[in-house]
């Protein structure tokens, strides 16, 4: 039984903007996806782990140093919309 | 039944690390926008994140600094919300398992001492800088958005505290205490103005005595200690008058409106925010262990409050400790030098915060480039106790001293600024003055005592004010006494 | 035979023996492409310019004596996952239309470093996520063998250029089986290393703590030298491993002799096709004739692993193409806001194949699904690991069939995800164990098209897998090419 989805919502999370088709195709794609990947839900397993590294190692730190940065022409070369140095883009909603 | 307020405070301080907390992109302020980003800040694809030690053990050194635990092991997650300034549309934070936890940092208002407990200290990444520009340059009129990804990554720990606070009052010392305690430790420039400490606060009110909590409101954009405490006084009596009346809070985000002096709802998206918070896969956990602990402990130097009951421990009062322990840590050693050297701590302490503080004020002289050492302050406060100089003329010594012209002693003799308190010099004034003005011997024999000010008065004008003038008064009052 | 059907080793020593020069090397294989690429479209771009640069710097440092080692003057593809500074990088998606990066990925250094010649970025399924090649927003690739079936994917450009004679050897990037089961589809050699052997920076992150980048070659003893090339240590990769890495040459032609083999129980029958199952079948008897001990080895959580998988992968996936917005690189659509602008953007840049498994994986890590998805996934995965290392007690290696069938024909499986999705059955857990398992070829079925063999060992266990599978590719004598028909462009 395909496990029933809000996914009108899921996109908006998503920031994708799909059509009402097509969220409608998404939708059953996804329960019948969902249904197959569901199987973990029966599984007893050992509690979270924190890290899938399957060399487990720990503290990969590097030090308080500074490397040079990238150039700003060759970055803003690949920019939309830039000027002036900054990146350009239509005014934002407010903050989440 | 009054109402209670119920605050908390969440502090981002950003650390003074040479370079970002995922990335070797220099940090700093003002530079030319973008010019300071790599793949990894920039959220190019294929970029990778690795943490900066530096930044680890100092957001060890606020937690043990406000008595926190220190966890064994913690991990970074991904805090997962879409924002123009946020490259990667998430933003590598901690969820459950902070680097510190559980700590306090002690106030005190209105002379009480008062514990506000610290809930978590957190390490995570800054965001890029939005512009608005368009008409006023106001968000709402904006008609587009500048982006400068020169703070992306800047390393930031979040200090929340637990709702303890229970005034506007309180919480600006909260805020007060904890940004000293961050510049102290020498781990942020925690200035307000340039954003290097940034303060939130989350607000609800309920009726005393209750243990329920009211609805929580968060306040942003309050830039400056002032701002805190109004944008909080105005917000907890908003909240009241809603509840008052009847009415119903709701659960939001508010904008300070410095100008306006109110608080206003922030447009919020549809749909609460759902940070889908899971492991940062690109990072492998951190393991502190007590040894590394223990070194950061080691390391911190004597903060605030440590210093404070040190001061008074030696003498002084609570205030004068106080304005001492925030005075600049030159002055502060030169207290202590002076200390070493003999003189008392409480005069020691006043000459520092008093004059001296006073004299750099007005000649504009950097904390830095003051030059009085603790000798020098001990001597000048020797030559008072000694009777050298009077205390009045002590401070132009003290001038002499600070404008380099020479130890104390010296700078009086240069200045003949010496009291006479040579008893026989003394006495021929004395007896001089009194074969002057028999009239006033008259009048004090008859018993107007408050002559002998006049008496005192004549002597130091006959040694142009060089008489230590009491010992000129304990004179006039023997020889008085015997003529009787 | 052609210059392009030469192993890299085989290449080499006519490089150093001054029989043939790199210049020469890299016009073979641009000769193959521009007579195959019609048929194949196994590259997105080739850059002949900067190809010709590196086998003349090639050619002139052999000459003056400065060897840098086995891929010196050697014609490699990249799978166009990969950044390369100012070569255009687009993971076959829109949204990266035109992107040029302005860094080179870590393996890409190195294997500049070691002389190497780029003759180009190949096609993949778009980000990585596909099986088959046919979600490249750039058309599919086709398969050498026939040209109406897919070369297997992600890594299906890399497959077919090195299959086809396009280049020598070719880096793919492995998720879930994503180097190996093209391999396996195209007749070639491809392997996934340990987890964190080969640096991360500089590859399109599809899934984080899966992906892995890895040599697709002709060759067993190609696909070592090549990782050798590109393996190792990097400070900027924070999940890369510092210690000590396997000799990978000195037990390669030792055999199987006292080796433990382990057969997977529960990869085979429903769903394998005989003819593959028999191939393997074979494989292993010989085996067991060369010496080595074959042990029947359980792995329970196998059945559930491929579930497991398509919750992690998109989950990591979904948060990882967070970046794609239009903001600082790419394709920008038009918006009134820049939450307008993103949305939009994201909608018309990501394929089909992409937004689904954005929902999925945004739909597994929202609130009230966290932990019944992916939180148990990642249960799984602890769970798979501790079965592993249950059978490395008993066996030193372990084999299966790399892919369940073999090619299967162009848009067969395309309208049918969960189908598409259980052709990655043999290879997934070893992406979510973190360890390493190689694909060789070994025979084709009664169609000509090609089976591959699966070793897999525990993670930095390649010592044991390169010697297991070099004594397969032995045993297995499969030295059967592609026929393609001469195209007259």
């Given amino acids: 039984m395909p496990i029933d989805i809000d996914i009108a919502h899921v996109a908006r999370l998503a920031r994708l903007a799909l059509s009402d088709a097509e969220l409608e195709v998404y939708k059953s794609q996804l329960g019948d996806i969902l249904d197959h990947a569901a199987r973990v839900q029966s599984f007893e397993g050992e509690p979270q782990i924190d890290s899938a590294h399957p060399l487990g190692f720990v503290n990969a730190f590097r030090e308080d140093e500074t490397r040079p940065s990238l150039d700003r022409a060759e970055i803003l070369a690949q920019a939309p919309a830039s000027e002036n140095g900054y990146f350009v883009v239509p005014p934002a909603m407010e903050e989440q | ?484 | 035979m052609s210059l392009t059907d030469l192993t890299i080793v085989e290449a080499g020593e006519r490089l150093r023996s001054g029989e043939v020069s790199s210049v020469e090397l890299l016009e073979a294989a641009l000769d193959v492409a521009s007579r195959t690429e019609a048929q194949l479209h196994a590259y997105l771009t080739i850059d002949r310019e900067g190809a010709r640069a590196a086998a003349e710097a090639a050619d002139a440092g052999l000459a003056a004596g400065d060897d840098r080692g086995p891929l010196l003057g050697i014609p490699i593809a990249l799978k166009d996952n990969m950044c390369t500074r100012g070569l255009e990088t687009t993971a076959a998606s829109q949204i990266l239309a035109g992107y040029e990066p302005p860094y080179d990925a870590t393996v890409v250094s190195k294997l500049r470093e070691a002389g190497a010649v780029i003759v180009g970025k190949t096609n993949l399924d778009e980000f990585a996520m596909g099986s088959s090649t046919e979600n490249s927003a750039y058309g599919p690739s086709f398969n050498p063998w026939d040209i109406g079936r897919v070369p297997g994917g992600s890594s299906g450009g890399s497959a077919a250029a090195v299959a086809a004679g396009s280049a020598y050897g070719a880096l793919g990037s492995d998720t879930g089986g994503s180097i190996r089961q093209p391999a396996s589809l195209t007749g070639i050699v491809g392997l996934k290393p340990t987890y964190g052997t080969v640096s991360r920076y500089g590859l399109i992150a599809f899934a984080s703590s899966l992906d892995q980048i890895g040599p697709l070659s002709k060759s067993v003893t190609d696909a070592a030298l090549t990782l050798e090339a590109i393996w190792g240590h990097d400070p900027l990769d924070a999940t890369s491993y510092a210690g000590e890495y396997p000799d990978l040459m000195s037990d390669l032609d030792r055999g199987v002799d006292g080796m433990r083999i382990g057969v997977v129980a529960e990869m085979a029958g429903e769903g394998y096709e005989p003819a593959v199952e028999q191939a393997v079948a074979g494989i292993v008897e010989k085996l067991s004739d060369a010496g080595a001990e074959i042990v029947e080895v359980s792995l329970p959580t196998v059945d559930i692993a491929l579930s497991a998988y398509y919750l992690v992968a998109p989950a990591e996936a979904s948060a990882n193409l967070a970046r794609f917005d239009g903001i600082r690189y790419g394709l920008r659509a038009d918006g009134v806001t820049t939450e307008d602008l993103m949305a939009k953007t994201r909608a018309e840049g990501f394929g089909p194949e992409v937004t689904r498994r954005i929902l999925l994986g945004t739909y597994a890590l929202s609130a009230g699904y966290y932990d019944a998805f992916y939180g148990q996934a990642q249960r799984v995965r602890v769970a798979l690991r501790e079965e592993y290392a249950t059978a490395y007690g008993k066996v030193d290696v372990l084999v299966s069939p790399t892919s369940p069938t073999v090619a299967f024909p162009v848009g067969a499986k395309v309208d049918d995800p969960l189908s598409m999705y259980l052709t990655d059955i043999c290879t997934n857990p070893l992406n979510l164990v973190g360890h390493p398992g190689i694909s060789v070829p070994v025979a084709l079925d009664h169609q000509n098209l090609p089976i591959g063999f699966q070793v897999m060992a525990p993670a930095l266990g390649e010592a044991a897998m390169f010697r297991a599978a070099a004594e397969v590719e032995r045993l297995a004598r499969f030295t059967a090419r592609p026929e393609l028909a001469e195209v007259v462009t």
């Fill in chain 2, 1 to 484: 039944m009054t109402w209670e307020p119920v605050i908390g405070i969440e502090v981002h301080v950003e650390l003074a690390t040479k370079s970002k907390m995922f990335c070797g992109c220099a940090v700093g302020f003002g530079a030319d926008p973008n010019t300071n980003v790599c793949p990894v800040c920039l959220g190019l694809p294929g970029a990778l994140p690795v943490p900066n030690r530096q930044a680890i053990e100092w957001i060890m050194a606020i937690g043990l600094a406000l008595n926190c635990e220190v966890a064994d092991r913690s991990v970074f997650h991904r805090k997962n919300y879409f924002y123009a300034d946020l490259p990667k549309n998430y933003q590598i934070s901690q969820f459950d398992i902070p680097v510190c936890h559980d700590g306090h940092l002690d106030i005190t208002i209105d002379g009480e001492a008062r514990r506000i407990g610290i809930e978590r200290a957190h390490m995570e990444e800054d965001t890029g800088k939005s512009t608005h520009v368009g008409d006023g340059g106001r968000i709402h009129a904006a008609t587009a958005t500048l982006l400068d990804f020169n703070r992306s990554g800047v390393p930031l720990v979040e200090v929340v505290s637990k709702p303890d606070i229970r005034s506007a009052a309180e919480a600006r010392e909260y805020a007060i205490e904890l940004r000293s305690l961050v510049s102290e430790l020498g781990v942020s420039d925690a200035r307000l103005e340039e954003g290097s400490i940034r303060f939130d606060a989350n607000i609800s009110v309920r009726r005393e005595g209750t243990e329920q909590l009211g609805t929580k409101v968060e306040i942003k954009n309050m830039n400056s200690f002032r701002s805190l405490e109004r944008a909080i006084d105005f917000e907890i009596t908003r909240q009241i008058e809603v509840l008052e009346a009847g009415g119903q809070l709701v659960q939001e985000t508010r904008h300070w409106d410095e100008e306006a002096g109110i608080t206003h709802p922030m447009r919020t998206k549809e749909g609460s925010s759902d940070y889908r918070y899971f492991t940062e896969p690109d990072l492998v956990p951190m393991v502190m262990g007590d040894a590394w602990v223990e070194e950061v402990r080691s390391g911190l130097p004597e903060l605030p409050a440590a210093r404070r009951a040190r001061y008074i421990a030696s003498g002084l009062d609570v205030d004068l400790a106080g304005v001492l322990s925030d005075s600049p840590k030159v002055l502060r050693d030169t207290y202590e030098d002076a200390v070493t050297d003999g003189a008392s701590s409480r005069a020691a302490a006043n000459w520092l915060t008093g004059e001296v503080t006073a004299w750099l004020r007005r000649t504009e002289t950097d904390a830095g480039d003051f030059q009085l050492t603790g000798a020098q302050l001990a001597e000048l406060i020797a030559i008072v106790d000694d009777g050298t100089v009077s205390s009045s003329a002590a401070k132009e010594v003290l001038e002499g001293v600070l404008d380099g012209e020479g130890e104390p002693r010296a700078v009086a003799e240069a200045r003949d600024l010496v009291q006479i308190s040579d008893t026989s010099t003394l006495e021929e004034a004395v007896d001089g003055a009194l074969a002057a003005n028999p009239d006033a011997v008259e009048n004090y024999k008859a018993g107007e005592t408050k002559v002998i000010g006049f008496l005192v008065g004549q002597v130091m004008r006959a040694t142009q004010g060089k008489a230590d003038p009491q010992l000129v008064n304990e004179m006039l009052r023997e020889k008085l006494a015997s003529l009787s």
